[in-house]
């Protein structure tokens, strides 16, 4: 059943057009007011993100529609019922009834935006010369409308989120599904039940899998589904792979391997795994028994992460035994502290321009050539003396760090690029 937003209060025409004039002052503050905003749900609300980069670009993109919505409803006087609910913010509700995520945190997150938006007000009216009767006329509108727009909005997507949990329990939230969160969350309980109804043993190894799609169009779960056969068969399972959809775009699988797994090269899978080109995959390490059927789709949650980070190099077949993959994912999950570090270690060479860009690249290649000039120069297809002088350059000035931190540094860098990098 549509649902209709409550009339605005009458107010003069003086008081409209103030309004309206607040409105256009923060549209071109809009990008600060959204990162603000989004950075405090994220503070705030734990549940909005559970540590994975989607659910954080959604985030920042619901915030960044309904922002935009009610700003040019104030802007251009539009009256609330002749908006329409942001595509965004409808979507990012579906995704967190897709993941179970608890609808009180979406509807909390609203109230911090209709809190936020308000002390906007507050702080933009201080600075007009307004007399106090209008002052407070104004004030009592603004606050009005967006209250007006916050009670339909919310009302709305918690109607979207129930029609999809609904939805979402009907066709994935089985009896397996329940089996195998349980199983994560404490592997030393319900080992019987799990079993003896997915037919799926925990006393033998076990490779963690999480298949996704990055396209903009929502995949099929039997896509993800066959992606994971087809993983299973590569890797040499000893039994059918045990799966269970998060959401439309995600799939969490495991590959039974015995009690002698076969050794993992990601760098072979790549070769012999042929995806459709908007699908992807991490793993974690093979590991053994229950706990091991909890870690290792920790650590395929872990590649994942870093996987999915805006500017990641990472391939379609993405390892948490890869290189520099598990460093980067301790580090991504406190952004704020990993950017402070990095910018420490690396001092200019943090900075997010093209020429540190390529003295990054040549240090971090030098180190990992074992400090040669001669093979850092082949494998960049670079003079030798074009490599020591970068190598030098990128190396001067006072270093209160060693050597190691800077290559740790340097590959942080390769994998989460702008998002630790000084603008």
Same mark, same amino acid.
């Given at each position: ?73 104030? $802007? ?10 942001? $595509? ?179 760098? $072979? ?155």
């Amino acid at each position: 059943m549509p649902i209709s937003p409550r009339q605005p209060p009458p107010a003069s025409p003086e008081v409209v057009a103030v309004v309206a004039r607040m409105g256009t002052q923060l549209q071109a503050q809009k990008t600060e007011i959204v990162d603000a905003m989004s950075a405090t749900m994220a503070r705030e609300i734990a549940d909005l993100l559970a540590t994975d980069p989607v659910l954080r670009d959604m985030l920042w993109e619901s915030v960044e529609s309904n922002v935009t919505t009610i700003l040019y409803g104030l $802007s251009a006087s539009v009256p609330i019922s002749h908006l329409q609910p942001p $595509s965004a913010a409808v979507e990012y509700a579906r995704r967190l009834a897709q993941r179970g995520i608890p609808p009180n945190s979406l509807v909390r997150a609203y109230h911090m935006g209709q809190n936020d938006m308000i002390n906007l007000f507050y702080s933009i009216v201080e600075e007009i010369e307004l007399s106090h009767e209008l002052t407070i006329e104004v004030l009592r509108y603004a606050s009005a409308l967006v209250y007006e727009y916050i009670d339909w909005i919310s009302q709305y997507v918690f109607d979207v989120y129930e029609r999809e949990r609904n939805l979402w329990l009907g066709t994935a939230g089985n009896i397996r599904s329940a089996l195998i969160h349980s199983v994560l969350r404490d592997p030393r309980g319900g080992a019987d039940a799990f079993e003896t109804q997915t037919g799926y043993r925990l006393d033998q190894h076990h490779l963690g899998a999480v298949v996704w799609t990055d396209a903009e169009k929502a995949s099929t779960p039997a896509a993800l589904d066959s992606v994971a056969t087809g993983l299973a068969r590569a890797v040499g399972p000893t039994g059918p792979p045990l799966s269970t959809a998060v959401d439309q775009e995600t799939l969490w699988a495991w590959i039974p391997l015995g009690q002698h797994p076969p050794r993992l090269d990601t760098a $072979s899978l790549r070769e012999s795994l042929s995806l459709p080109a908007d699908l992807r995959i991490s793993l974690g390490l093979p590991a053994e028994g229950a706990h091991g059927f909890q870690r290792s789709h920790e650590q395929a949650i872990a590649a994942y992460e870093v996987a999915t980070m805006q500017h990641s190099p990472t391939s379609a077949i993405v390892g948490f035994g890869d290189r520099g993959i598990a460093l980067t994912s301790l580090l991504a999950g406190n952004l704020d502290s990993t950017r402070a570090w990095v910018g420490e270690v690396l001092g200019r060479l943090a900075d997010d321009t093209e020429n540190a860009a390529v003295l990054r690249q040549t240090l971090r290649t030098f180190f990992a050539t074992g400090e040669s000039h001669l093979r850092t120069a082949e494998q960049l297809n670079l003079h030798r003396n074009t490599v020591k002088y970068r190598v030098d350059k990128a190396l001067a000035g006072p270093r209160i760090h060693d050597r190691l931190d800077i290559a740790l540094a340097l590959q942080v860098c390769e994998f989460l690029g702008p998002t630790v990098l000084r603008h």
